[in-house]
């Protein structure tokens, strides 16, 4: 786009905003200052590295779609990584799942990876000026086929798993070290009964013995920061999940540990961003996931839509960005993989924008007042406000492509390199 009709029209909309009593110049400063991170899993279709002839397993995920140009090993992930944060705006993280070391042909077991195993992404991270994020990859192996894991009665398995989360931990503290950030590192069980089960307390019990176990070790708070994960339901976890939301939520908040809230996690009918406010009563920080429910946990590609919003909304009004780590969390091999991250990025970048824009002093002020009228009436007025003209703006000045330029620049990556991946 042209840069100069790009600033007459953020002009333009910069005085429509003023008129509201919104400030762009102030949302533009705080949006530069939102870290995503990308998560590493969309490129692969959560196949990993951990093996030649890896291939996502039941675990409650399903990776639907056959796009070509898949990224095949580590150099290609990289590559499409690297085209992805050319496209966004800002400074962004990697979120790394266990499977993706570089094990280098080895058949390495998860309780028994290690630093050093990682030591290649820590250095591409470091040269891109990337943060890193971690997680334990707690499915899509054979101790994971029970469909129980840290919460197995089969005492064997649970200690396996136990170890290898031990070591993500320690992993993740040493990315935490090396790259002089805090490294989060988020837990996720596929653990539960695809119909009624007549022990649900023995589970329960079980997985928390094993987090006690696994926060027995602690590291400091500038190296890693610890989260937990809940779900409703899950492929093959249909009736029972160990790891609800209230299991967690008790948990985390006993032991001074994160809540992750991830958005297709819970039913259809909850506002997620509702949940926001209350968690952050009583804890310092929480991890968002984000992604799009379809219907079901379905992972979809992040969208601006009326619930994405309504989540950054919750965050912005809040005034918790600085308390919230953001992200993404959706894998879909239908359509460009490097096209989804990038659709998914800007979608949650755009609602955080869309939500710094709303002029919060004046809609305060009308619910203060009882003025439900005009709470409401500019609520629908801002829906109509040239947010587009200040998110391209915003790109413009952060040098990546205003408008669907980007686009152009995924069809031509598409044609001459993922495609001639075979």
Known sequence: MNDQKIERAYKQAREKFKEMGSDTEKALEQLKKVSLSIHCWQGDDVAGFERPDTELKGGGLQVTGNYPGQARTIGELRQDLEKVYSLLPGNHRLNLHAIYGEFKGKSIDRDQIEPHHFKGWIDWAKDQGVELDFNCTCFSHPLADSGYTLSSKDEDIRCFWVEHVDRCRQIGA???????SPC?????????????????KGHRD???????EIFSTEYPAEELKDSLESKLFGIGSESYVVGSHEFYMGYALSNQKMICLDTGHFHPTENIGDKISAVLQFSDEL???VSRGVRWDSDHIVVLDDGIRSLFEEVVRGEYLNQVHLALDFFDASLNRVGAWIIGARAVLKAILAALLEPRERLLQAENEGDYFTRLALLEELKAMPLG?????????MEVHAGPDWMKEILRYDRNVTRKRG
């Open 174 to 180: 040493f990315m935490g070290r090396e790259g002089k």
């Open 184 to 200: 989060v590192h988020n837990i996720w069980v596929p653990d539960g009964s695809k119909d009624m089960p007549m022990d649900r």
């Open 206 to 212: 079980l997985l928390r013995k094993s987090l006690d």
């Open 287 to 289: 991890l968002l996931h």
């Open 389 to 397: 003209a200040v998110w391209d703006y915003f790109c413009s000045v």
